[in-house]
């Protein structure tokens, strides 16, 4: 008898994981688009990845793909600058993986730029709430406008009064103006 329950439970742990739907999501180019540019940013900025997407596609796999979403979340504080650089480093390699992926560039209407990603991140604490100025609570990518959010735990509310808008080419070039620059200015 437990030989036959044996085989049951192993008989249906078979079936369950070689669901067919199932087995298409784990080999799907873009779920593993998204599974490694997680890995990547975990290890690199311990990014944990919260949603990832892309709006106005349904589950067709030759419908052109003109936009991606990705919402990361991050358990650091962060000032402007970092919150710049951090963007702009995210953005730029995804661009690069999704452009030299053979299986999703195909399905690309064009070249995917910055203008069609919308980036979030999330900047909290282990309690779940957003961190306090002077540190960034909240960053976001839209339409090629890079957002800086401020939230007064206070009131619970971002200070849209605090917040900061900046085109995304600005951001990026103030990031090659501060490799140029050198780390300190000499003395007298």
Do not use: W
């Not at 079936?15 to 080999?27: I, T």
């Not at 979340?73 to 030299?100: A, G």
């Amino acid at each position: 008898m437990i030989y036959f329950q044996l085989f049951l439970v192993t008989l249906f742990a078979f079936f369950s994981s070689c669901n067919p739907e199932v087995m298409q999501l784990k080999h799907d180019p873009l779920n593993l688009l998204f599974e490694h540019h997680e890995k990547k940013q975990l290890v690199k900025y311990q990014m944990k990845l919260i949603a990832a997407g892309v709006p106005e596609v349904e589950n067709d796999k030759d419908e052109e793909i003109t936009q991606f979403a990705l919402h990361y979340i991050v358990f650091k504080k962060m000032k402007l600058p970092q919150v710049r650089e951090l963007i702009v480093s995210n953005v730029e390699e995804f661009l690069e993986m999704v452009n030299t992926d053979e299986q999703i560039s195909c399905r690309l209407k064009n070249s995917l730029t910055y203008k069609n990603i919308k980036f979030n991140i999330g900047f909290g604490d282990n309690e779940g709430n957003f961190r306090e100025p002077p540190y960034i609570a909240y960053a976001y990518l839209d339409e090629g406008i890079i957002y800086y959010c401020y939230e007064d735990l206070y009131f619970k509310e971002f200070c849209e009064e605090k917040n900061v808008e900046e085109p995304y080419e600005i951001a990026k070039e103030l990031l090659k103006l501060k490799d140029t620059l050198p780390e300190k200015v000499p003395s007298d």
